[in-house]
Structures are given as structure tokens and as C-alpha cells.
Antibody, heavy 122, light 112 residues
């Protein structure tokens, strides 16, 4: 059974840093690109970043470029999101999402975690 | 960036009746090389993550009831729920996967 489970959310002050993790199981992790998608309270979905199966390619939304870094450790089946210089507008539930098809496929997401809440506030 | 615009923002449908949600992209999401539309639909119920319903604009994800169907091409797409059930109350999002940044529509809330 495919599972993805986020961890590492919490309360952080503006300008602070936080690292989210996403532990994956039930599929060959290195064969699939992964993404982070966030949802501010009461708002819609916003794509944050994506990373190829090998980890060699990464993509970011302009809103987080230069502040967030996505990486993965395929030996641990884990995806990461390092968030620096956090702002109030980064407050959201952050979802880890698996691409539907193997590496190179378009970004349709067939499995999502339950989400990790990140609150940026003083 | 490709802007995805959904309409309506919300709709109320009686049980057993049809629900239709529209999604328009600011540029075509049809790849001419493979004649596929890079468009997906998701359902999100309260306090749950989104669930993939439809991809390639009209391919139903495994396990999704056949009352859900997707249609359209290029820039105009539709999600139809042929006979609304109580468990279909949710917010529905379209998403383009044609190019990064991947973008979602603003969502359509479906109520009874």
C-alpha cells in the first residue's frame, strides 16, 4: 500500500527556518518524481516545488524560489523541504504528493500525505 | 504562468441531479506531439488531502466511480458528476501539468 507521511511542521517566527520531511513507502521511491503542494487556511491549492526521481532536477514556484530547497534521500525513501526566511504568507498546510507515473511523466498527483501545518507568526 | 479559472465558485445540486464544473486555462494545455491534454481534476473533502479523480482531461483514476467524467480540450474543460451523491460534497480543483509552475484553479464548492 502506497503511503506518504509528512512531519516537521510547527510554529516558527518570521525570518526563521523549518525542515519538513515526507516518508514514503509502498512503491519504488527513486522511480517517481515528487512534489510539495501547500494550502493556506481556507484557501486553494498552490504548487510549491517538484523534484525528479534521481533528485537531479528541481523546480520551484516563484513565491518560494531562493528561500525553499527540495531534496530527497532515495536510500531512506524520504523527501525534504528546507524552508528558510519564512514569511507570514508561508503559513499553510504542506502536502507531499507522488507523481502518478514514473519519472518523466507530467505532474498528476495520485497519492497525497495528510499534510503538515506550518505557522509563521511572532 | 498558466492561469486556471474555474466556474462557478460554488453550486448547490439536488441528490441524483447533475453537477457541472468548468475550468478554463489561459493557454492551451494540449500537447500536439501526443494529442494529450495535461489537465487533472481533484476532489477535496474537509480536513482531507486532495484526491485525484481525472487525468489527461478524461481518464478516470482507478477506483473513481463512473458518475465522474471529464471532457474538453485545449483551453476549456468540464468535470461532470452525473448523479450527485451525498458523499460528493467537496471542493473540486482543476490543475494543469503542461508546464511549471504547475497551477490549480481556485476551486468549486459543491453542496447539496
Amino acid at each position: 500500500e502506497v503511503q506518504v507521511l509528512e512531519s516537521g511542521g510547527g510554529l516558527v517566527q518570521p525570518g526563521g527556518s523549518l525542515r519538513l520531511s515526507c516518508a514514503a513507502s509502498g512503491f519504488t521511491f527513486s522511480n517517481y518524481a515528487m512534489s510539495w503542494v501547500r494550502q493556506a487556511p481556507g484557501k486553494g491549492l498552490e504548487w510549491v516545488s517538484a523534484i525528479s526521481g534521481s533528485g537531479g532536477l528541481t523546480y520551484y514556484a516563484d513565491s518560494v524560489k531562493g528561500r525553499f530547497t527540495t531534496s530527497r534521500d532515495n536510500s531512506k525513501n524520504t523527501l525534504y523541504l528546507q524552508m528558510n526566511s519564512l514569511r507570514a504568507e508561508d503559513t499553510a498546510v504542506y502536502y507531499c504528493a507522488k507523481y502518478h507515473d514514473e519519472d518523466g511523466s507530467p505532474g498528476f498527483f495520485d497519492y497525497w500525505g495528510q499534510g503538515a501545518l506550518v505557522t509563521v507568526s511572532s | 504562468d498558466i492561469v486556471m479559472t474555474q466556474s462557478p465558485d460554488s453550486l448547490a445540486v439536488s441528490l441524483g441531479e447533475r453537477a457541472t464544473i468548468n475550468c478554463k486555462s489561459s493557454q492551451s494545455v494540449l500537447y500536439k506531439s501526443n494529442n494529450k491534454n495535461y489537465l487533472a481534476w481533484y476532489q477535496q473533502k474537509p480536513r482531507q488531502p486532495p484526491k485525484l479523480l481525472i487525468y489527461w482531461a478524461s481518464t478516470r483514476e482507478s477506483g473513481v466511480p463512473d458518475r465522474f467524467s471529464g471532457s474538453g480540450s485545449g483551453t476549456d474543460f468540464t468535470l461532470t458528476i452525473s448523479s450527485l451523491q451525498a458523499e460528493d460534497v467537496a471542493v473540486y480543483y482543476c490543475q494543469q501539468a503542461y508546464t511549471t509552475p504547475l497551477t490549480f484553479g481556485g476551486g468549486t464548492k459543491v453542496e447539496i
